[in-house]
Every structure is written in C-alpha cells, then in structure tokens.
C-alpha cells in the first residue's frame, strides 16, 4: 500500500539535519522486521548522505520522493520548504508494514542535474537504487478479504 512522509526541511532544518530525519524514519522503519538489521539501513544511507543532501538542498525531494520499499512498506518520502513547512504537522514515526520485511529498497531520485552523483551513490550499497521505484500494490489487487467474517461471528456469537 502507498504511503507518504512529508519532511520539514528548510527553514526548520538544514540540509544534513533533514536527511538524518529521513534516515531515521527510513532505518526506524526497516527495524521493525526481525530479518532486517538496523545497521544495514544506516549504512546504506550513509552511503547516500552527500547525494541526498544534495537532492534536499536542490530541492528535488519536494517533487521527486526517495521511495522505501520494504515487505508491504511502500513509502514515497517528501521536504517541504518554505512557510509551509514552517506549519508542516509531521509524522516521524516508523512506517507500518515492515515487520515481515525480508529486503528492503531504497529508492533515490534521479533528476537531470544530479543523475551521475545519484548513480554514483547507488553503486555503493546494494540497497540502493537509482532505477524507477515499483509500481505499488493498490487495495484491488490485494489477495483475500479485508475482513474474516467467520471470526468476526465467532466473536460476537455468544457461547
């Protein structure tokens, strides 16, 4: 399912200090998975520190997410600049889904004036990735109901 995190960059955070907020969200997110290791996710954003900060203070993350894909995780992660950001009400917290993660994905933009820098430090982590984020599962092609109505009865049936 698509999700979305919106960031505060500037002026309520530098560059570097909205991509540690990115990284956190992202690395707190790929925690969740018992599979997964924390450090494994910090060290590929580390890997994309100076890049995303790039992509951040260009402004290029206001239009063009990082997208975490990450077991039903598909997160596009946004900055917000400006006077909007200024009133931005943002939720940090770790994305759900990610608890039966086996991979996990990071997905950096890639717009024109920065693709070789992007390229760059994608080659450096096999999580990252400069390609096209997958397209993400939409409700109807989701296998099963969302609701089992057979417990559901059982529940409210009295014994």
Known sequence: MLRTRQVAASPVRSASATWTVIANLVADTVAQ????PRAEAEQALSA????????IAAGHLEGHPITLVAGNVHCEIT???????????????????????????????SPAPLQDQVKAAASTHARLSDAAPPVPQTAAASVGPLIDRAALQRAVTPR
């Open 33 to 36: 998975s018992s599979l997964l």
């Open 48 to 55: 994309a520190e100076t890049v995303g900060r790039m992509l």
């Open 79 to 109: 900055t917000v600049f400006g006077t909007a950001a200024l009133t931005l009400e943002e939720n940090l917290n770790p994305i759900p889904g990610a608890a039966s993660a086996t991979s996990f994905t990071i997905y950096l933009p």
